[in-house]
Structures are given as structure tokens and as C-alpha cells.
């Protein structure tokens, strides 16, 4: 089987993974004029709006990055408890915001795949229901 590239292939090559310092020059202009002034920027419209638009681009994968971390600070931290249905103790509670932790862990990042679907669509429903008590 021949494999066949388009014109300027190579080169594209050459620039990407050469050792020559003007590519090494041209690598880091790169770096500098959008990788760091992008990650720069979200960083600021994350301070202004509370998210970024890098965040916006990829919905899923922030709330599943976010949520286990901040439910288990509440979990841990948080001085109140529903009081009613399955969380009418502290520890109760806890362990449904660990479930819902755990649910939103299971998501892998990929659209459309799960890691563990039936711990994933638990969480989620767990997180649906206690919504209103998602607060301190």
C-alpha cells in the first residue's frame, strides 16, 4: 500500500518535530501567541462571568470535571442537610453526594461514551433530584 501526502507535508513535518533552532523559535512563538494568551484569556473571563468560553466548547467535560469536587467539599465542609426523604441524617446525605459524585467521575470525556453507564446515570438522577438542596 503507497501512501500518498499532500504538497508540503514534509516541511509541515520538519516544523513540527525538528530540533533546528527556527523551528524551536517558531514552536515557541506559537506557544506564546495563542496557547498561553488563550489559557491567559479564559483565565480572566473565568474571573469575570465565572466560566470561559473554552469551558462553553466543552460543556460535559467541565461540569463533570467540577461537580465531584465541589459536592465533595460540601460533603465534607457543609453544615446543613435536607432533613427529609433519604438525606434526613448527615451521613445519609453524604453518601448521596458522593454518589452523585462518583456518577458524574464515570462520564469519560468522549461524546456519546460513558465510562460506567449505570453509575453515571445514577448519579445523574440523584443529582437531578436533589438540586434544590445543592446549597449550604
Not at 479564559?42 to 459536592?71: C, H, T
Request: net charge positive; no cysteine.
Amino acid at each position: 500500500m503507497k501512501v500518498e501526502t499532500t504538497p508540503g507535508f514534509e516541511k509541515d513535518m520538519l516544523r513540527l518535530f525538528s530540533d533546528k533552532p527556527q523551528y524551536k523559535l517558531l514552536r515557541f512563538w506559537k506557544w506564546i501567541t495563542s496557547d498561553l494568551w488563550s489559557g491567559l484569556k479564559w483565565k480572566l473571563q473565568r474571573a469575570q462571568r465565572g466560566y470561559s468560553d473554552n469551558d462553553v466548547w466543552g460543556m460535559n467535560s467541565y461540569f463533570a470535571e467540577i461537580i465531584p469536587p465541589m459536592v465533595r467539599q460540601m460533603k465534607e465542609k457543609g453544615f446543613g442537610y435536607p432533613g427529609h426523604g433519604r438525606a434526613n441524617t448527615p451521613e445519609k446525605w453524604g453518601a448521596i453526594l458522593e454518589e452523585i459524585a462518583q456518577g458524574f467521575e464515570a462520564f469519560d470525556g468522549e461524546i456519546g461514551k460513558l465510562g460506567d453507564e449505570e453509575k453515571f446515570n445514577k448519579g445523574m438522577k440523584l443529582f437531578v433530584r436533589w438540586f434544590n438542596n445543592l446549597w449550604d
